[in-house]
Protein backbone atom coordinates (compact mmCIF):
# COMPACT_ATOMS: atom_id res chain seq x y z
CA UNK A 1 0.00 0.00 0.00
CA UNK A 2 1.68 3.41 -0.71
CA UNK A 3 0.96 5.47 2.43
CA UNK A 4 2.72 8.86 2.02
CA UNK A 5 3.75 8.17 -1.95
CA UNK A 6 3.56 11.79 -4.09
CA UNK A 7 0.52 12.91 -4.87
CA UNK A 8 -0.24 11.37 -8.73
CA UNK A 9 -1.81 15.19 -9.85
CA UNK A 10 -2.92 13.42 -13.38
CA UNK A 11 -4.80 11.53 -11.57
CA UNK A 12 -6.94 13.83 -8.98
CA UNK A 13 -9.66 16.59 -10.21
CA UNK A 14 -8.35 19.54 -10.35
CA UNK A 15 -11.40 20.72 -8.00
CA UNK A 16 -9.77 19.41 -5.30
CA UNK A 17 -7.12 20.76 -4.88
CA UNK A 18 -6.71 24.12 -6.61
CA UNK A 19 -7.88 27.21 -5.19
CA UNK A 20 -10.54 29.11 -7.16
CA UNK A 21 -9.97 32.05 -8.82
CA UNK A 22 -11.39 35.68 -8.02
CA UNK A 23 -13.80 36.83 -10.09
CA UNK A 24 -15.26 33.74 -11.45
CA UNK A 25 -18.47 32.29 -13.04
CA UNK A 26 -19.79 28.73 -11.81
CA UNK A 27 -22.26 26.45 -12.83
CA UNK A 28 -23.54 23.28 -11.18
CA UNK A 29 -25.37 20.41 -13.82
CA UNK A 30 -27.34 17.77 -12.33
CA UNK A 31 -28.08 14.43 -14.13
CA UNK A 32 -30.49 11.58 -13.85
CA UNK A 33 -28.72 8.23 -15.44
CA UNK A 34 -32.35 6.22 -16.38
CA UNK A 35 -30.03 3.54 -18.60
CA UNK A 36 -27.01 2.08 -17.36
CA UNK A 37 -25.05 1.96 -20.49
CA UNK A 38 -25.87 5.63 -21.08
CA UNK A 39 -24.49 6.67 -18.08
CA UNK A 40 -21.33 4.60 -18.35
CA UNK A 41 -20.73 6.33 -20.88
CA UNK A 42 -21.18 9.35 -19.55
CA UNK A 43 -18.21 8.49 -17.34
CA UNK A 44 -16.30 7.58 -19.83
CA UNK A 45 -16.97 10.82 -21.71
CA UNK A 46 -16.74 12.57 -18.37
CA UNK A 47 -13.22 11.21 -17.83
CA UNK A 48 -11.68 13.21 -21.04
CA UNK A 49 -13.67 16.39 -19.71
CA UNK A 50 -12.91 16.30 -16.22
CA UNK A 51 -9.58 18.29 -15.50
CA UNK A 52 -6.48 16.72 -13.89
CA UNK A 53 -4.95 19.07 -11.19
CA UNK A 54 -1.96 18.90 -13.49
CA UNK A 55 -3.59 21.14 -15.92
CA UNK A 56 -4.27 24.10 -13.42
CA UNK A 57 -1.30 26.29 -15.07
CA UNK A 58 -2.25 25.03 -18.18
CA UNK A 59 -3.42 27.18 -21.33
CA UNK A 60 -7.23 26.75 -20.11
CA UNK A 61 -5.53 28.44 -16.67
CA UNK A 62 -8.33 28.95 -14.10
CA UNK A 63 -10.43 26.93 -16.22
CA UNK A 64 -11.84 23.11 -15.00
CA UNK A 65 -14.93 21.00 -15.47
CA UNK A 66 -15.18 18.66 -11.82
CA UNK A 67 -17.43 15.52 -12.33
CA UNK A 68 -18.90 14.19 -8.91
CA UNK A 69 -21.23 11.05 -8.50
CA UNK A 70 -23.60 10.34 -5.54
CA UNK A 71 -24.17 7.07 -3.70
CA UNK A 72 -27.60 6.74 -6.02
CA UNK A 73 -25.42 7.24 -8.54
CA UNK A 74 -22.95 4.79 -8.57
CA UNK A 75 -25.86 2.65 -7.87
CA UNK A 76 -27.71 3.34 -11.18
CA UNK A 77 -24.11 3.08 -12.66
CA UNK A 78 -24.31 -0.65 -11.64
CA UNK A 79 -21.53 -0.61 -8.58
CA UNK A 80 -21.34 -3.74 -7.64
CA UNK A 81 -22.92 -4.22 -3.94
CA UNK A 82 -19.20 -5.33 -2.33
CA UNK A 83 -17.52 -2.35 -3.83
CA UNK A 84 -20.43 0.15 -2.75
CA UNK A 85 -20.09 -1.05 0.53
CA UNK A 86 -16.49 -0.15 1.56
CA UNK A 87 -17.76 3.53 0.99
CA UNK A 88 -18.10 6.02 3.87
CA UNK A 89 -21.39 5.48 5.78
CA UNK A 90 -22.53 9.17 5.40
CA UNK A 91 -21.79 9.01 2.01
CA UNK A 92 -24.30 5.71 1.23
CA UNK A 93 -26.70 7.51 3.77
CA UNK A 94 -27.09 10.88 1.91
CA UNK A 95 -27.31 14.52 2.86
CA UNK A 96 -30.92 14.26 3.41
CA UNK A 97 -31.16 11.10 5.90
CA UNK A 98 -27.97 13.35 7.83
CA UNK A 99 -30.93 16.42 7.95
CA UNK A 100 -31.17 16.47 11.71
CA UNK A 101 -27.26 15.80 12.56
CA UNK A 102 -26.28 18.96 10.54
CA UNK A 103 -28.94 20.94 11.86
CA UNK A 104 -31.15 20.86 8.60
CA UNK A 105 -34.46 21.06 10.77
CA UNK A 106 -37.77 23.23 10.30
CA UNK A 107 -37.91 25.66 7.37
CA UNK A 108 -34.15 23.74 6.59
CA UNK A 109 -35.52 20.26 6.36
CA UNK A 110 -35.16 18.02 3.27
CA UNK A 111 -39.05 18.37 3.03
CA UNK A 112 -38.75 21.86 2.02
CA UNK A 113 -35.62 21.62 -0.43
CA UNK A 114 -35.71 22.48 -3.54
CA UNK A 115 -36.66 19.19 -6.06
CA UNK A 116 -34.17 17.34 -7.12
CA UNK A 117 -32.36 17.92 -4.50
CA UNK A 118 -31.92 15.26 -1.63
CA UNK A 119 -34.00 13.00 -3.67
CA UNK A 120 -32.88 9.45 -5.06
CA UNK A 121 -32.71 11.01 -8.51
CA UNK A 122 -30.00 12.78 -8.29
CA UNK A 123 -27.01 11.12 -9.51
CA UNK A 124 -24.15 12.70 -11.43
CA UNK A 125 -22.97 16.53 -10.80
CA UNK A 126 -21.13 18.58 -13.04
CA UNK A 127 -19.61 21.42 -11.64
CA UNK A 128 -17.75 24.41 -14.07
CA UNK A 129 -15.97 27.16 -13.08
CA UNK A 130 -14.01 29.76 -14.80
CA UNK A 131 -12.54 33.41 -14.65
CA UNK A 132 -15.52 34.68 -16.35
CA UNK A 133 -19.15 33.92 -18.35
CA UNK A 134 -17.40 33.82 -21.60
CA UNK A 135 -14.96 31.07 -20.17
CA UNK A 136 -17.15 29.51 -18.46
CA UNK A 137 -19.65 29.16 -21.75
CA UNK A 138 -16.29 27.90 -23.58
CA UNK A 139 -15.93 25.21 -20.29
CA UNK A 140 -19.83 24.16 -21.17
CA UNK A 141 -19.37 24.06 -24.35
CA UNK A 142 -16.39 21.32 -24.18
CA UNK A 143 -18.50 19.34 -21.32
CA UNK A 144 -21.85 19.17 -23.60
CA UNK A 145 -20.86 16.73 -25.59
CA UNK A 146 -19.98 14.10 -22.40
CA UNK A 147 -23.90 14.53 -21.63
CA UNK A 148 -25.71 15.28 -25.67
CA UNK A 149 -27.52 12.99 -27.79
CA UNK A 150 -27.57 10.28 -24.81
CA UNK A 151 -30.85 10.24 -24.20
CA UNK A 152 -30.64 7.39 -21.04
CA UNK A 153 -29.58 10.60 -19.47
CA UNK A 154 -31.48 13.34 -18.96
CA UNK A 155 -30.48 16.97 -16.95
CA UNK A 156 -32.91 17.57 -14.15
CA UNK A 157 -31.41 20.99 -12.11
CA UNK A 158 -29.14 24.24 -13.09
CA UNK A 159 -27.72 26.19 -10.73
CA UNK A 160 -25.78 29.17 -11.64
CA UNK A 161 -23.40 31.16 -9.74
CA UNK A 162 -20.31 33.81 -9.64
CA UNK A 163 -18.28 35.77 -7.50
CA UNK A 164 -19.01 39.06 -7.05
CA UNK A 165 -16.23 41.33 -8.22
CA UNK A 166 -15.61 42.92 -4.58
CA UNK A 167 -15.00 38.91 -4.02
CA UNK A 168 -17.45 39.41 -1.37
CA UNK A 169 -20.71 37.30 -0.51
CA UNK A 170 -24.14 38.55 0.34
CA UNK A 171 -23.51 39.29 3.95
CA UNK A 172 -21.17 41.97 2.53
CA UNK A 173 -17.95 39.84 3.19
CA UNK A 174 -14.94 39.01 1.49
CA UNK A 175 -15.59 35.19 1.14
CA UNK A 176 -12.65 32.04 0.53
CA UNK A 177 -10.23 34.14 2.89
CA UNK A 178 -9.02 30.77 4.61
CA UNK A 179 -7.84 27.69 2.86
CA UNK A 180 -5.72 24.68 4.95
CA UNK A 181 -1.79 23.78 3.21
CA UNK A 182 -1.92 20.16 1.95
CA UNK A 183 1.42 18.53 2.45
CA UNK A 184 2.50 17.42 -1.43
CA UNK A 185 0.00 19.67 -3.21
CA UNK A 186 2.99 22.38 -4.18
CA UNK A 187 -0.42 24.83 -3.29
CA UNK A 188 0.47 27.10 -0.26
CA UNK A 189 -2.19 27.32 3.23
CA UNK A 190 -3.83 30.87 3.52
CA UNK A 191 -2.19 30.27 6.94
CA UNK A 192 1.34 30.57 7.05
CA UNK A 193 1.90 28.90 10.79
CA UNK A 194 -0.25 26.44 10.09
CA UNK A 195 1.32 23.20 9.53
CA UNK A 196 0.46 21.62 6.29
CA UNK A 197 -1.79 18.72 6.93
CA UNK A 198 -1.51 14.67 5.05
CA UNK A 199 -2.40 14.64 1.99
CA UNK A 200 -4.92 12.13 3.30
CA UNK A 201 -7.14 14.50 5.19
CA UNK A 202 -8.47 15.54 1.46
CA UNK A 203 -7.79 12.89 -1.20
CA UNK A 204 -8.40 8.94 -0.12
CA UNK A 205 -5.74 6.63 -1.09
CA UNK A 206 -3.12 8.65 1.10
CA UNK A 207 -2.02 8.57 4.99
CA UNK A 208 -4.18 11.01 6.94
CA UNK A 209 -3.23 12.65 10.40
CA UNK A 210 -4.06 9.43 12.46
CA UNK A 211 -1.65 7.35 10.19
CA UNK A 212 -4.89 5.87 8.29
CA UNK A 213 -5.52 5.05 4.88
CA UNK A 214 -9.33 5.54 3.51
CA UNK A 215 -9.48 3.78 -0.02
CA UNK A 216 -13.36 2.58 -1.36
CA UNK A 217 -12.30 -1.01 -3.24
CA UNK A 218 -11.59 -1.77 -5.65
CA UNK A 219 -7.94 0.28 -5.25
CA UNK A 220 -8.75 2.16 -8.74
CA UNK A 221 -12.29 3.38 -7.92
CA UNK A 222 -11.26 4.72 -4.81
CA UNK A 223 -7.79 6.22 -5.24
CA UNK A 224 -7.67 9.88 -5.69
CA UNK A 225 -10.75 10.64 -5.27
CA UNK A 226 -12.61 13.08 -2.87
CA UNK A 227 -15.80 12.94 -1.01
CA UNK A 228 -17.56 16.61 -1.42
CA UNK A 229 -20.78 17.66 0.05
CA UNK A 230 -22.30 20.61 -1.93
CA UNK A 231 -25.17 22.98 -0.37
CA UNK A 232 -27.44 25.53 -1.77
CA UNK A 233 -27.74 28.15 1.09
CA UNK A 234 -30.57 30.79 0.87
CA UNK A 235 -29.01 34.43 2.99
CA UNK A 236 -31.71 36.73 4.13
CA UNK A 237 -29.73 39.55 3.76
CA UNK A 238 -32.43 42.43 5.07
CA UNK A 239 -33.04 40.04 8.39
CA UNK A 240 -29.05 40.71 8.57
CA UNK A 241 -28.91 44.14 7.90
CA UNK A 242 -31.64 44.71 10.16
CA UNK A 243 -29.94 42.59 13.21
CA UNK A 244 -27.30 44.27 13.00
CA UNK A 245 -28.71 47.89 12.66
CA UNK A 246 -31.16 47.24 15.78
CA UNK A 247 -28.62 45.71 18.06
CA UNK A 248 -25.87 48.86 17.21
CA UNK A 249 -25.41 52.22 18.30
CA UNK A 250 -24.87 53.74 15.33
CA UNK A 251 -23.02 52.85 11.42
CA UNK A 252 -19.32 52.26 13.53
CA UNK A 253 -20.70 50.30 16.19
CA UNK A 254 -23.03 48.25 13.15
CA UNK A 255 -19.58 47.22 11.52
CA UNK A 256 -17.50 46.03 14.99
CA UNK A 257 -20.59 44.18 15.78
CA UNK A 258 -20.35 42.40 11.85
CA UNK A 259 -16.77 42.30 12.64
CA UNK A 260 -17.74 40.28 16.14
CA UNK A 261 -20.04 38.27 14.73
CA UNK A 262 -18.06 36.85 11.83
CA UNK A 263 -14.37 37.12 13.09
CA UNK A 264 -13.42 39.36 10.68
CA UNK A 265 -14.30 43.14 9.01
CA UNK A 266 -16.10 42.89 5.74
CA UNK A 267 -12.91 43.34 3.94
CA UNK A 268 -11.61 40.03 5.29
CA UNK A 269 -9.02 41.74 7.64
CA UNK A 270 -9.52 40.08 10.70
CA UNK A 271 -10.32 40.90 14.55
CA UNK A 272 -7.04 39.33 15.42
CA UNK A 273 -4.64 41.28 13.43
CA UNK A 274 -6.88 44.61 13.63
CA UNK A 275 -9.07 44.58 16.82
CA UNK A 276 -10.55 48.24 16.73
CA UNK A 277 -10.90 48.93 13.00
CA UNK A 278 -11.33 47.78 9.54
CA UNK A 279 -7.77 47.49 7.69
CA UNK A 280 -8.50 47.43 3.97
CA UNK A 281 -5.22 46.38 2.89
CA UNK A 282 -4.39 43.91 5.36
CA UNK A 283 -7.78 42.39 4.04
CA UNK A 284 -6.51 42.20 0.68
CA UNK A 285 -3.04 41.08 1.57
CA UNK A 286 -3.46 36.98 1.02
CA UNK A 287 -0.02 36.19 2.30
CA UNK A 288 -1.37 38.41 6.08
CA UNK A 289 -5.02 38.11 6.78
CA UNK A 290 -4.96 34.54 7.60
CA UNK A 291 -1.67 34.18 9.78
CA UNK A 292 -3.07 34.59 13.14
CA UNK A 293 -3.62 31.67 15.71
CA UNK A 294 -5.85 32.22 19.14
CA UNK A 295 -4.39 30.53 21.91
CA UNK A 296 -1.36 32.71 22.94
CA UNK A 297 -2.91 35.96 22.37
CA UNK A 298 -6.85 35.88 23.05
CA UNK A 299 -7.07 32.68 24.97
CA UNK A 300 -10.74 34.27 26.10
CA UNK A 301 -11.80 35.65 23.20
CA UNK A 302 -11.59 39.34 24.20
CA UNK A 303 -10.71 40.05 20.71
CA UNK A 304 -12.33 37.26 18.18
CA UNK A 305 -15.03 35.96 20.08
CA UNK A 306 -14.92 31.75 21.05
CA UNK A 307 -18.63 31.82 18.99
CA UNK A 308 -17.94 33.92 16.13
CA UNK A 309 -18.61 32.22 12.66
CA UNK A 310 -14.58 31.83 11.67
CA UNK A 311 -13.28 30.46 15.07
CA UNK A 312 -16.32 28.02 14.98
CA UNK A 313 -15.08 26.98 11.67
CA UNK A 314 -11.42 26.70 12.64
CA UNK A 315 -10.41 27.15 16.25
CA UNK A 316 -6.37 26.64 15.49
CA UNK A 317 -4.58 26.79 18.35
CA UNK A 318 -7.34 27.33 20.90
CA UNK A 319 -7.90 25.28 23.48
CA UNK A 320 -11.09 23.36 22.92
CA UNK A 321 -12.26 19.90 23.10
CA UNK A 322 -10.39 17.50 20.77
CA UNK A 323 -8.38 18.25 18.26
CA UNK A 324 -8.33 20.77 15.65
CA UNK A 325 -6.44 19.37 13.32
CA UNK A 326 -8.75 16.50 12.73
CA UNK A 327 -11.55 18.75 11.52
CA UNK A 328 -9.66 21.23 9.62
CA UNK A 329 -11.44 20.63 5.69
CA UNK A 330 -11.31 22.42 2.03
CA UNK A 331 -14.53 24.75 1.73
CA UNK A 332 -15.77 26.59 -1.19
CA UNK A 333 -18.00 29.34 -2.14
CA UNK A 334 -20.45 30.61 -5.06
CA UNK A 335 -22.67 33.46 -4.63
CA UNK A 336 -26.15 32.92 -6.87
CA UNK A 337 -28.91 35.53 -6.99
CA UNK A 338 -28.92 39.43 -7.74
CA UNK A 339 -26.92 41.39 -4.71
CA UNK A 340 -29.84 42.82 -2.65
CA UNK A 341 -29.21 46.74 -2.92
CA UNK A 342 -26.81 48.68 -0.61
CA UNK A 343 -28.47 49.98 2.27
CA UNK A 344 -31.95 47.89 1.61
CA UNK A 345 -33.76 46.68 5.01
CA UNK A 346 -36.49 45.32 3.48
CA UNK A 347 -36.25 41.83 1.36
CA UNK A 348 -37.18 41.95 -2.14
CA UNK A 349 -38.10 38.42 -2.75
CA UNK A 350 -35.27 37.23 -4.86
CA UNK A 351 -33.70 34.39 -4.03
CA UNK A 352 -30.10 34.71 -3.36
CA UNK A 353 -27.04 32.91 -1.30
CA UNK A 354 -24.30 30.86 -1.37
CA UNK A 355 -23.54 27.17 -3.37
CA UNK A 356 -21.42 25.92 -0.30
CA UNK A 357 -18.79 23.42 -1.20
CA UNK A 358 -17.02 21.35 0.76
CA UNK A 359 -13.93 18.60 0.05
CA UNK A 360 -12.48 16.39 2.21
CA UNK A 361 -11.52 12.09 2.62
CA UNK A 362 -13.51 12.50 5.94
CA UNK A 363 -17.43 13.38 5.72
CA UNK A 364 -17.86 12.42 9.20
CA UNK A 365 -15.15 14.07 11.70
CA UNK A 366 -14.84 16.98 8.90
CA UNK A 367 -17.90 18.08 7.53
CA UNK A 368 -20.90 16.98 9.97
CA UNK A 369 -18.34 17.05 13.03
CA UNK A 370 -17.82 20.96 12.42
CA UNK A 371 -21.51 21.29 11.39
CA UNK A 372 -23.10 19.47 14.44
CA UNK A 373 -20.47 20.26 17.31
CA UNK A 374 -18.86 23.39 16.22
CA UNK A 375 -21.48 25.17 14.40
CA UNK A 376 -24.72 24.33 16.10
CA UNK A 377 -23.29 23.53 19.76
CA UNK A 378 -20.93 25.60 22.00
CA UNK A 379 -19.41 23.42 24.30
CA UNK A 380 -16.47 22.45 22.86
CA UNK A 381 -15.23 26.11 24.10
CA UNK A 382 -17.53 26.30 26.79
CA UNK A 383 -20.22 28.30 24.93
CA UNK A 384 -23.27 25.84 26.46
CA UNK A 385 -25.69 25.38 23.73
CA UNK A 386 -24.78 28.45 21.44
CA UNK A 387 -24.93 28.36 17.87
CA UNK A 388 -23.18 29.89 14.85
CA UNK A 389 -24.65 33.48 14.47
CA UNK A 390 -24.10 33.34 11.03
CA UNK A 391 -25.16 29.85 9.88
CA UNK A 392 -26.10 28.30 12.95
CA UNK A 393 -30.04 26.79 13.11
CA UNK A 394 -31.53 29.19 15.07
CA UNK A 395 -34.66 29.27 16.66
CA UNK A 396 -34.91 32.63 17.82
CA UNK A 397 -34.01 31.91 21.37
CA UNK A 398 -30.49 32.65 21.80
CA UNK A 399 -28.84 35.41 21.53
CA UNK A 400 -25.04 36.16 20.96
CA UNK A 401 -22.11 37.03 23.34
CA UNK A 402 -19.47 39.48 23.27
CA UNK A 403 -16.82 39.04 25.84
CA UNK A 404 -15.20 42.37 26.78
CA UNK A 405 -14.69 43.81 30.48
CA UNK A 406 -16.14 44.40 32.44
CA UNK A 407 -19.24 43.53 31.38
CA UNK A 408 -19.76 41.46 28.38
CA UNK A 409 -22.35 42.42 25.69
CA UNK A 410 -25.64 40.37 25.38
CA UNK A 411 -27.56 40.78 21.78
CA UNK A 412 -30.77 39.82 21.38
CA UNK A 413 -32.24 36.56 20.17
CA UNK A 414 -30.62 35.62 16.64
CA UNK A 415 -33.47 34.52 14.05
CA UNK A 416 -31.83 32.12 11.51
CA UNK A 417 -30.62 34.05 8.36
CA UNK A 418 -29.23 30.91 6.14
CA UNK A 419 -31.83 28.48 5.03
CA UNK A 420 -30.65 25.45 3.96
CA UNK A 421 -32.53 24.27 -0.21
CA UNK A 422 -30.76 21.79 -0.54
CA UNK A 423 -27.87 19.63 -0.83
CA UNK A 424 -25.98 16.04 -1.59
CA UNK A 425 -23.09 14.39 -0.56
CA UNK A 426 -20.76 13.40 -3.17
CA UNK A 427 -17.73 11.11 -4.66
CA UNK A 428 -15.06 13.03 -6.51
CA UNK A 429 -13.53 9.72 -8.77
CA UNK A 430 -10.21 10.57 -9.66
CA UNK A 431 -9.96 10.45 -13.64
CA UNK A 432 -8.66 6.28 -13.74
CA UNK A 433 -11.86 5.81 -11.56
CA UNK A 434 -13.90 8.01 -14.32
CA UNK A 435 -12.66 5.20 -16.63
CA UNK A 436 -13.53 2.21 -14.48
CA UNK A 437 -17.21 3.09 -14.47
CA UNK A 438 -17.40 3.98 -17.85
CA UNK A 439 -15.95 0.35 -18.61
CA UNK A 440 -18.26 -1.60 -15.95
CA UNK A 441 -19.94 -4.59 -17.50
CA UNK A 442 -22.99 -6.20 -16.21
Not at 121 to 132: E, K, S, W
Not at 268 to 290: E, I, K, M, T
Not at 332 to 342: D, F, K, N, S, T
Not at 386 to 404: E, I, L, N, Q
Request: contains cysteine; negative net charge.
Amino acid sequence: MHTSAALEFDDIQSGVLSPRPTPYAATYLVFRVDDRAHGRELMRRASAVATPATDSVSALGETWVSVAVTFHGLEALGVPRASLSTFAWEFRQGMAARAEALGDVGESGPEHWEAPLGTSDVHVVFAALAPDATRLEAALDRARPAYDRLTGVTAIWRQDCYALPTGTEHFGYRDGVSHPAVEGSGIAGSNQLEVPLKAGEFVLGYQDEIGGVQTPQPEVLGRNGSYAAFRKLHQRVAAFRRYLRDNATGPEDEELLAAKIMGRWRSGAPLALSPQHDDPDLGADPHRRNTFLYGRDDPAGFITPCGCHIRRANPRDAAVAGEARLHRMIRRGAVYGPPLPEGALEDDGADRGLMFAFIGAHLGRQFEFVQSEWMNDGVFFGGGSSRDPVTGSHDGATGFTVPRRPLRRRLSPLPRFVVTRGGEYCFLPGLKALRWLGDLQD
